[in-house]
């Protein structure tokens, strides 16, 4: 097929380019701008695009793509959200994703998260550099022996139960479906008002679906323990931003690690430090010394990227010579 691959940074290419010359024969053509409205123009006359989490394949960018021929989306994420699947169907354009590259790649930034939190080590880090070696405001607590509450224990999730079932902390969990593995490893499966009010650190590990946004509001945040550790390494709009920045405020929140943002679309991924900052709202969360937050990196291992970059263009080969593929997301489910 040949491929118009959207949001392309120079890793990206480096590991499609290499997949590509290990047993496909694809025709990658590299853009750096994301795909929407105003640049999938750039598409037109190729068989698919390629695209990643803060691309916009709405109902209009579909329509255009369809008029231009192009007749899939191979997402090199697991998340769907930013694909309208309706329209898609609709139209004839099949959608595939990269359901499975590293969990524990995910799985161990958010443990990061939580240990540089805990430790402090972002601030740590400042104060060694500038002389300071004091370690008043530094002070943490042990792992081993609190209660962690997973909300979501699919390959991510339960890669964390793992790691936190090694540093001896009790886990509960909350799924839709209890995952058999979870249980075996110790954890326990209550629910959603269970895990908030007894968990000193939460965990989101669920996808952005109609039920799951702002699973984290005002509500949410009254029910968890005061000073509880939130983090989230999903997606931004699980999270009412709003809402925590109130419950930092009051200190309800002790602790916040973010990887993702509602509104990352309009920063994340881009060199922006000589470009006044214009979202007050993330403005605001850079102010709490007990706040963390990278910039969806969680993905970004070597390991996870070579396998993107491979299930990416397996996708694509299987589209072409069997007509569907087994990574196919739809409306339907
Ligand atoms: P997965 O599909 O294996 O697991 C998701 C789990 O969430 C499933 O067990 C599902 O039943 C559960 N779930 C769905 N709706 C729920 C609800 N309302 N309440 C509780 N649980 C619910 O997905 P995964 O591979 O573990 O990935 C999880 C999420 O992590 C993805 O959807 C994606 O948004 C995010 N992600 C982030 C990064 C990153 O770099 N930060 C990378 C990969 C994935």
Sequence with gaps: MNVAVFS???????????????????????????????????????????????????????????????????????????VDLKTAQRLGIDVVRVPAYSPYAVAEHTVALMLTLNRQIHRAYHRIRDGNFALDGLLGFDLRGRTVGIVGTGQIGVEVVRIMRGFGCRVLCHDLHANPEAQQLGAEYVTLDTLFSQADIVSLHCPLTPDTHHLIDAAAVAKMKTGVMLINTSRGAIVDTAAIIEGLKSGQIGYLGLDVYEEEGDLFFEDLSNIVLKDDVFARLLTFPNVVITGHQAFFTRNALESIARTTLDNLTELESRGTCVNRVSASG
């Design 8 to 82: 392309t940074k120079p890793y990206d290419e480096q590991f499609l380019v290499q997949a590509n010359q290990d047993g496909h024969s694809h025709e990658l053509v590299f853009f750096e701008p994301r795909l929407n409205a105003a640049t999938v123009t750039l598409a037109k006359g190729f068989d698919a695009v390629c695209v990643f989490v803060n691309d916009q394949v709405d109902a209009a960018v579909l329509e255009q793509l369809a008029e231009g021929g192009t007749r899939a989306v191979a997402l090199r994420c697991a998340g769907f959200n930013n």
